[in-house]
Every structure is written in C-alpha cells, then in structure tokens.
C-alpha cells in the first residue's frame, strides 16, 4: 500500500520559514520525481516545486522562486520543502505527489492528503 504522508505546515506570520516534509513508503521512493503542489481557498491546485528522482533537478513556480526550495533524502523516502520569506499569498493546503512516466503515455501518480499553511499576522 502506498502512503503518502505530510508535515510540517502550520501558522506563521509573514516574513516567517516553515519546512514541510513528505514521508512516503509503498513505493521504490528514487524511482519517481516527487512534486509539491500547493491549493488556495477557491482556486485550483498548482505546482509549486519539482524534483527529479535522483535529486539532480529541480524547477519552481515563479511566484517562490528564490524562497522556497524542495529537496529529498532517498534512503529516507522523504521529500521537504523549505519555504522562507512567506508571504499571505502562499497560504493553502499543501500536497506532495510521487510521479513516474510509464509505457504507453500513462504515469503512476500518488497523493498525499495534505498539510495546512497559513501565513498571517
């Protein structure tokens, strides 16, 4: 059975870090890049950060480029996500996904339930 599991999220005021981690099992975790993916109130999911298997690359969202940075420990199967200078805008719900391209144009996906961020004063 796969697992997803995230952490870390909480109430911070602007301005302020937090780290969110991913722990997962059920899967061979380097076989698969591992994204986060962040859900405001009333709007659609979006890719925040991405991370290639091996952990050789990684992309952003414009919007955290220079502030966030995902990282993973694959003897650990986790993925983080460090966020620093967050601002109200980054409040939402935050998910990890496992993803791996398979034959024939499909892709295995898994899903974390998500972590709650919410950047206030």
């Known amino acids: 059975q796969v697992q997803l599991v995230e952490s870390g999220g909480g109430l911070v005021q602007p301005g302020g870090s937090l780290r969110l981690s991913c722990a997962t099992s059920?899967?061979?975790?380097?076989?698969?890049?591992m994204i986060w993916y962040r859900q405001a109130p009333g709007k659609e999911r979006g890719m925040v950060a991405v991370?290639?298997?091996?952990?050789?690359?990684?992309n952003y969202a414009d919007s955290v480029k220079g502030r966030f940075s995902i990282s993973r420990e694959n003897d650990m199967n986790t993925v983080y996500l460090q966020m620093n200078s967050l601002k109200p805008e980054d409040t939402g719900m935050y998910y990890c996904?496992?993803?791996?391209?398979?034959?024939?144009?499909?892709?295995?996906?898994?899903w974390g339930q998500g972590t709650q961020v919410t950047v206030s004063s």
């Open positions: 059920g899967i061979t975790f380097s076989n698969y890049d």
């Open positions: 996904k496992a993803y791996r391209r398979r034959l024939g144009n499909t892709s295995e996906n898994y």
């Open positions: 991370i290639t298997g091996g952990g050789g690359r990684s």
